[in-house]
């Protein structure tokens, strides 16, 4: 069958405005619509499933006036014959679709006409390029397995054992005479060390220095790391500036796409992160050849960056790097 190429400028109107505003009419053929399918999670096999998204057509129609600004806009015409050429293009369509020809609009489908003079879409069909990523829980060699206690038995390491020992109880004592043994000791031990703590204070004197009067007082270096210089006084006293130690975790990027060009960046970055509801950034990298990056923020440990690094290779079928704040 022999395929029609209709005008540009309704092949980038129905573009531009699915893409926008998720619903694109036509007037005089139907109404497009974009459809999001959100991720799955599979709980037999722990994965979970890309989203992804479909078009649809349905044969209804309201004309608010919208197209016809739109080709306004674009062809730098007046309303009245934006209108015009509206109708013409939309009649020459219908005409066409309903002789047996088709429209191939790039990325969404073909719309045709049926024996019936029933316009309809049939999406095309995108190669899979996503697999699924499979989760699995991240068990760390430093900690110990966990006790399920059940009645008077504790589970631990899959093995049932009593944790509650039947314990004879001894009658009371009617003295106190069997916990001196105990006491006495630790009574003496601890009078004999404050004793000597006394004594050697007396004996040795702390020694004092005198320091002269033209003594510069120093100060110890600020850990120019955690501190700004602009923050950092000495102190006349001569005291010592203490950094405040850094977090044991990492804030991160891992960068999975670069661009030369912003505008295809925002547009990519505009699908990933409207359409599909991914957790993306977008950062420019001004001394790069590729400025314009796409990348997925972190916080984790040390020792998972490189896990982190490799689900996201994985899920976006790409090279990647780790850019830090």
Same mark, same amino acid.
């Given at each position: 069958m022999e395929e029609f190429v209709p005008e540009m400028i309704l092949l980038q109107y129905i573009q531009d405005v699915l893409t926008r505003q998720q619903v694109c009419c036509l007037p005089h053929i139907g109404t497009f619509t974009l459809q999001h399918i959100p991720s799955r999670y599979n709980v037999v096999d722990h994965t979970i499933t890309p989203p992804g998204q479909t078009v649809t057509f349905e044969n209804k129609w309201t004309d608010d006036g919208s197209c016809a600004e739109w080709i306004a806009s674009k062809e730098n015409l007046v309303p009245a014959v934006a209108q015009r050429k509206l109708d013409k293009y939309t009649d020459e369509l219908k005409a066409t679709l309903l002789a047996g020809q088709s429209l191939i609009i790039p990325g969404i489908g073909s719309l045709k006409a049926d024996a019936m003079q029933h316009i309809y879409l049939e999406p095309e $069909?995108?190669?899979?390029? +996503?697999?699924?990523?499979?989760?699995? =829980?991240?068990?760390?060699?430093?900690?110990?397995?966990? +006790?399920?206690?059940? @009645?008077?038995?504790? #589970?631990?390491?899959?093995? $049932? #054992?009593?944790?509650?020992? =039947? #314990?004879?109880?001894?009658?009371?004592?009617? &003295? @106190?005479?069997? !916990? !001196?043994w105990i006491a006495a000791p630790l009574a003496t031990a601890l009078i004999a060390l404050i004793i000597w703590w006394v004594f050697a204070g007396r004996q040795s004197p702390a020694p004092t220095t005198a320091i002269p009067a033209t003594t510069t007082p120093t100060t110890t270096p600020a850990d120019t790391m955690n501190i700004e210089? @602009?923050?950092?006084?000495?102190?006349? %006293? @001569? &005291?010592?500036?203490? %950094?405040?130690? =850094?977090?044991?975790?990492?804030? /991160?990027?891992? $960068?999975?796409? %670069?661009? %030369?060009?912003?505008? +295809?960046?925002?547009?990519? /970055?505009? +699908?990933?992160?409207?359409? !599909?509801?991914?957790?993306? $950034?977008?950062?420019?990298k001004p001394t790069s050849a590729t400025p314009y990056q796409l990348a997925v923020p972190f916080r984790s440990l040390p020792a998972d960056t490189t896990a982190n690094k490799a689900a996201v290779a994985k899920h976006y079928a790409a090279r990647v790097h780790i850019e830090f704040e």
């Amino acid at each position: 069958m022999e395929e029609f190429v209709p005008e540009m400028i309704l092949l980038q109107y129905i573009q531009d405005v699915l893409t926008r505003q998720q619903v694109c009419c036509l007037p005089h053929i139907g109404t497009f619509t974009l459809q999001h399918i959100p991720s799955r999670y599979n709980v037999v096999d722990h994965t979970i499933t890309p989203p992804g998204q479909t078009v649809t057509f349905e044969n209804k129609w309201t004309d608010d006036g919208s197209c016809a600004e739109w080709i306004a806009s674009k062809e730098n015409l007046v309303p009245a014959v934006a209108q015009r050429k509206l109708d013409k293009y939309t009649d020459e369509l219908k005409a066409t679709l309903l002789a047996g020809q088709s429209l191939i609009i790039p990325g969404i489908g073909s719309l045709k006409a049926d024996a019936m003079q029933h316009i309809y879409l049939e999406p095309e $069909v995108l190669p899979e390029i +996503k697999d699924d990523i499979l989760l699995r =829980p991240v068990i760390r060699a430093d900690q110990a397995p966990p +006790k399920i206690t059940r @009645g008077t038995t504790e #589970v631990v390491a899959q093995q $049932v #054992v009593e944790h509650l020992t =039947p #314990v004879q109880e001894e009658p009371p004592s009617t &003295t @106190g005479f069997r !916990w !001196w043994w105990i006491a006495a000791p630790l009574a003496t031990a601890l009078i004999a060390l404050i004793i000597w703590w006394v004594f050697a204070g007396r004996q040795s004197p702390a020694p004092t220095t005198a320091i002269p009067a033209t003594t510069t007082p120093t100060t110890t270096p600020a850990d120019t790391m955690n501190i700004e210089a @602009g923050n950092v006084t000495p102190d006349s %006293a @001569g &005291t010592t500036t203490t %950094a405040t130690a =850094p977090s044991d975790t990492l804030q /991160y990027f891992v $960068v999975f796409a %670069a661009y %030369a060009d912003s505008a +295809k960046a925002g547009k990519q /970055y505009h +699908k990933l992160k409207e359409l !599909w509801g991914q957790n993306v $950034v977008r950062f420019d990298k001004p001394t790069s050849a590729t400025p314009y990056q796409l990348a997925v923020p972190f916080r984790s440990l040390p020792a998972d960056t490189t896990a982190n690094k490799a689900a996201v290779a994985k899920h976006y079928a790409a090279r990647v790097h780790i850019e830090f704040e």
